[in-house]
């Protein structure tokens, strides 16, 4: 039984990692867009790209990675999902803000940095408030 669950939380952890490579695709993707292309403010291009990738990661988050209960309000997770994102975006332009504008990183690298650290927090807070 005990191997079981490490085997299921191995495949978990391996199924979050693709999701959140996928987001941080796109997240990075149109954060470089908005800002090099369309010539906005990288915190403004940074919250407007983590919004993006936070509605791919919800789909695949809930119906492939975490085992969310069916018996469940799907208008409860998705509230619970969307605050534990919003909490996720503040860290992450704080990240981006203290690193950029603070320490002086270049904000393409600082993105990877603030992504690593909402990645770890998302992967707990979602396991503990989402799964049955």
């Known amino acids: 039984m005990k191997e079981e669950k490490k085997k299921s939380l191995l495949q978990q952890m391996i199924r979050f990692g693709f999701v959140g490579g996928g987001a941080f695709l796109i997240d ?4 470089i ?7 906005i403010n990288y915190l403004l291009s940074s919250g407007i790209s ?3 990738s936070v509605i791919f990661n919800y789909v695949l988050s809930i119906y492939w990675v975490f085992n969310v209960s069916g018996q469940r309000s799907k208008t409860r997770d998705f509230v619970v999902f969307i605050v534990l994102s919003v909490i996720g975006l503040g860290l992450n332009q704080l990240i981006m803000w203290i690193t950029v504008d603070r320490i002086g990183i270049f904000y393409m690298v600082a993105k990877i940095g603030a992504t690593a650290v909402v990645m770890v927090y998302n992967f707990i807070t979602r396991k503990l408030f989402l799964e049955k």
Do not use: P
């Not at 990075?28 to 954060?31: A, K, S």
């Not at 867009?33 to 010539?39: F, I, R």
């Open 28 to 31: 990075y993707g149109v954060m």
């Open 33 to 39: 867009a908005l800002t090099e292309l369309a010539g």
């Open 50 to 52: 983590f919004a993006v």
